[in-house]
């Protein structure tokens, strides 16, 4: 079972990182784009607090999208855009 294993957190840029812990035992960090975040809510903001929560409400479909994208551990974080959705 994935899991996540640090919660998301705003970055310097914008975007929202976490980590997932895979069955394998090893964490995977990523970024999630603001525009990535605001397309699966389809709405805009400004706000740390409404990307927390968009991240939040759509958040199994941003794990799984973000599960798909690696079968081994990557050395850095791993973007997801728009286009992964």
Same mark, same amino acid.
């Given at each position: ?6 919660? @998301?957190? /705003?970055? $310097?840029?914008? $975007?929202?990182?976490? #980590?997932?812990?895979? @069955? ?6 990523? +970024?999630?784009?603001?525009? +990535? /975040?605001?397309?699966? #809510? ?6 740390? #607090? $409404? ?8 958040? $199994?479909?941003?794990? +799984?999208? #973000? +599960?798909?994208?690696?079968?081994? @551990?990557?050395?850095?974080?791993? @973007? ?6």
């Amino acid at each position: 079972m994935i899991t996540i294993a640090t919660e @998301p957190s /705003l970055t $310097d840029e914008g $975007d929202l990182s976490f #980590a997932l812990q895979f @069955p394998a035992g090893y964490v995977q960090r990523f +970024a999630v784009s603001r525009e +990535a /975040l605001e397309d699966l #809510a389809q709405s805009r903001s400004n706000s740390r #607090a $409404d990307l927390l929560t968009f991240f939040r409400i759509h958040q $199994d479909k941003i794990v +799984a999208v #973000a +599960a798909k994208t690696t079968g081994h @551990p990557h050395n850095g974080v791993i @973007p997801l855009k728009t286009t992964d959705f």
